[in-house]
């Protein structure tokens, strides 16, 4: 089974929007497709941006703080690794990707998609 990271954004995106790609990704790793992974930091960046006033539109603070809640108790949580200043923070468990890993995430993906009945324009990867 894959373990993947998601980037906050399309956590954030999947909470904003019930159609497009985002959605359809939350949705394959709530039936299983995947294990989710979580990391302290990932967490705190989740929360200040959901609590951005931008978002009160889609969603109030107490639906934002249940859905980190939810991601909380059905992902993996796994350890912050230390970075250099400045850089991305790196989950514990991810410590290096082959050089295919992009292609084979993006391929997988794309095959997600494909059954969940999505079209969306070809990742850059």
């Known amino acids: 089974m894959f373990r ?3 980037d906050p954004g399309v ?3 999947a909470l904003i929007s019930s ?3 985002p959605r ?3 949705q394959a790793w709530m ?3 995947f294990e989710l992974l979580v990391s302290p930091k990932l967490r705190a960046e989740l929360l200040r941006v959901l609590a951005r006033h931008k978002f009160r539109r889609y ?6 703080q249940t859905y980190v809640a939810f ?4 992902a993996t949580l796994c350890p ?3 970075t250099r200043p400045g850089a991305a923070p790196i989950l514990g468990t991810t410590t290096s990707w082959p050089l295919g890993a992009c292609t084979l995430l993006t391929s997988w993906f794309r095959a997600i998609q494909t059954s969940a009945g999505f079209r969306t324009p070809n990742h850059p990867c």
């Open 4 to 6: 993947v990271v998601v």
């Open 11 to 13: 956590l954030i995106a």
């Open 19 to 21: 159609k497009g790609a």
């Open 24 to 26: 359809a990704l939350l």
């Open 31 to 33: 039936h299983g497709a």
């Open 59 to 64: 969603f109030t603070e107490r639906e934002a």
């Open 71 to 74: 991601l909380e108790r059905f």
């Open 80 to 82: 912050d690794v230390e």
